[in-house]
């Protein structure tokens, strides 16, 4: 299928991106879920992947950090580079690359252990904290980063993750994922199980992350890809079809299917 990649922002087009993604290809044993997917994602900017169910949008977010590493029958082509290094050279080390990526899922997922633990557990494995004070000061600025410590400072070792409520869960995970400093967050439909005011908690934590982060977001709620993408990535079986401004997408998209997607006739 012929892809369309429309001019981007004149001020995105500057910066050096943080993510090159070039033809990129995946196959689960013979099903071939990824077609020669091509994109740029660059600093302090907000993607949207949007697309019927099934079209790959998960499949393409877990090629970003190397997820599918472990799952047998995955057979990846093409080139990721991350600040202009190739993901997959073999003198990459998974954990320490995956390190780089913040991952937030659909479900808040939280670990069974106390607010205080959910953050700095991973912190400690990677060895990014010296002593007690600094680590204090991490869960604190991943907290406050994830408007969750002015709410929940004086229960840090007092409450576990799983006794809190939907939305503040969801934001513990998304404090969880800032907590080995990430350049790039990963979001597989973090608004897809919580209720509306959550929901606007999480998109407001997105634009505000925005700053220090680039972002990659699947949503099945156009409405929120319009609230927050710069750009707008649509998928369909397996290609990416169109990728373009948000605005650009949402008014006058160039392929009928993206048209028709996001007009809410299928999907
Ligand atoms: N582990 C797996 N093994 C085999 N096939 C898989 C696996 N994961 C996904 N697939 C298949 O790959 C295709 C793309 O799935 P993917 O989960 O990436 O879609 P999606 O766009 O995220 O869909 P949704 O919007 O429903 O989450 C689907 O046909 C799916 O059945
Ligand atoms: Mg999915």
Request: hydrophobic share 40%; charged share 25%.
């Amino acid at each position: 299928m012929t892809q369309h990649f429309p001019m981007i922002d004149y001020r995105l087009a500057n910066a050096a991106p943080e993510l090159e993604v070039r033809n990129l290809s995946l196959w689960y044993e013979s099903k071939k879920a990824l077609e020669d997917v091509s994109f740029d994602l660059h600093p302090s900017e907000l993607l949207a992947f949007i697309g019927p169910s099934g079209c790959g949008k998960s499949t393409a977010l877990k090629c970003l950090n190397r997820m599918h590493d472990d799952t047998p029958g995955v057979r990846i082509e093409g080139e990721i580079l991350f600040r202009q290094k190739d993901a997959y050279a073999r003198d990459v080390d998974p954990p320490e690359y995956r390190r780089h990526f913040g991952w937030v899922a659909q479900k808040p997922n939280p670990f069974p252990a106390t607010i205080y633990r959910n953050v700095s557990y991973g912190p400690q494995i990677h060895g990014l904290t010296s002593g007690k004070a600094d680590l204090d000061e991490l869960v604190e600025s991943c907290l406050r980063q994830a408007h969750l410590w002015e709410e929940l400072k004086d229960v840090l070792h007092k409450k576990d993750g799983t006794e809190l409520s939907g939305g503040q869960q969801q934001r513990l995970c998304v404090a969880r994922a800032l907590s080995t400093k990430p350049e790039i967050l990963l979001m597989d439909e973090p608004t897809g199980s919580i209720d509306p005011i959550a929901t606007a908690k999480i998109e407001e934590l997105m634009i505000s992350l925005k700053q220090d982060h680039a972002i990659v977001v699947i949503t099945h709620s156009m409405m929120e890809a319009r609230r927050v993408a710069d750009r707008v990535a649509y998928f369909h079986l397996g290609n990416l079809l169109e990728i373009g401004p948000t605005e650009q997408m949402f008014t006058a998209a160039q392929t009928r299917e993206a048209r028709s997607f996001i007009a809410g006739k299928f999907g």
